[in-house]
């Protein structure tokens, strides 16, 4: 909604009323395996086709800023699939996750996950500070 009250703020002329930005999602509950393998089934769909469509629409309509923060957003979405899916390895297998830490920061804002050796100034998706970014134990 940040980037809509953005456009907004810029009296940039846009039916407001034609934006709908509810995604369908699964919602099983059953076991914590289900559940893993449907959240990563999820997340693909979300980095491979919504939020590349969604960035395309943007750019169509000359809103590079958007599709950029939507393209942010999109490569978070792949983190949060590698994260379900190291979690589901873990459970599975009975190996637990490696507690040395890598250099991911994670977005507490918005859920975007920064590879850096510092932790970023501004998240790149929302464009909050780094006061809301932690460091990501577990990634590889």
């Not at 009250?5 to 289900?34: G, R």
């Not at 998706?125 to 460091?135: E, K």
Request: hydrophobic share 35%; with cysteine; glycine share 4%.
């Amino acid at each position: 909604m940040k980037m809509i009250d953005d456009l907004k703020k810029q009296n940039i002329s846009i039916n407001y009323d034609i934006i709908n930005v509810e995604i369908p999602v699964a919602t099983v509950i059953n076991t914590t395996a289900d559940n893993l393998k449907e959240a990563i089934k999820g997340e693909e769909i979300e980095y491979n086709k919504y939020y590349p469509e969604f960035a395309a629409l943007a750019e169509q309509h000359g809103l590079i800023e958007i599709s950029n923060r939507v393209k942010a957003i999109a490569i978070a979405e792949r983190h949060h699939k590698d994260k379900f899916q190291k979690l589901l390895e873990t459970i599975t297998t009975g190996i637990p996750l490696s507690e040395e830490i890598f250099n991911f920061w994670v977005c507490h804002q918005c859920g975007y996950i920064a590879q850096t050796v510092e932790k970023p100034v501004k998240c790149p998706s929302c464009d909050y500070t780094d006061s809301f970014y932690q460091a990501d134990l577990g990634n590889k």
